[in-house]
């Protein structure tokens, strides 16, 4: 059965900073965009990140830009979200997804991603 298994999470004050990530076992995701997304209490999900399925492009949330970075290491199935500088509206549960129709970063919406991770909680605190 695969899995995405998210790890890395935890409480970090303001300004401080967090990597994030994403394992894949029982099959390999190294053909297709993968995503982080977040969702905070009494809020909807929201698009974090995206990269394509070798790396080499890459999409930001405006919320996030210049302050978190997305990559991938194939050869370990596992993709990351390295998070700077972050604030107390980061605090979230985080999700990494799959779109397992694209190589290529096609969406930034949740529908659009079909495979998804147990989620990881990121706590900021001021």
């Known amino acids: 059965q695969a899995q995405l298994v998210e790890s890395g999470g935890g409480l970090v004050q303001a300004g401080g900073s967090l990597r994030l990530s994403c394992a894949a076992s029982?099959?390999?995701?190294?053909?297709?965009?993968m995503a982080w997304f977040r969702q905070a209490p009494g809020k909807q999900r929201e698009f974090v990140a995206a990269?394509?399925?070798?790396?080499?492009?890459?999409r930001y949330a405006d919320s996030v830009k210049g302050r978190f970075i997305i990559s991938r290491d194939n050869d370990k199935n596992t993709v990351y979200l390295r998070m700077n500088s972050l604030k107390p509206d980061d605090t979230a549960v985080y999700y990494c997804?799959?779109?397992?129709?694209?190589?290529?970063?096609?969406?930034?919406?949740?529908?659009?991603?079909?495979?998804w991770g147990q989620g990881t909680q990121v706590t900021v605190s001021s």
């Open positions: 990269i394509n399925w070798i790396g080499g492009t890459t």
């Open positions: 029982g099959r390999t995701f190294s053909a297709f965009a």
């Open positions: 997804a799959v779109d397992r129709g694209s190589a290529v970063i096609r969406a930034t919406t949740a529908r659009n991603y079909d495979y």
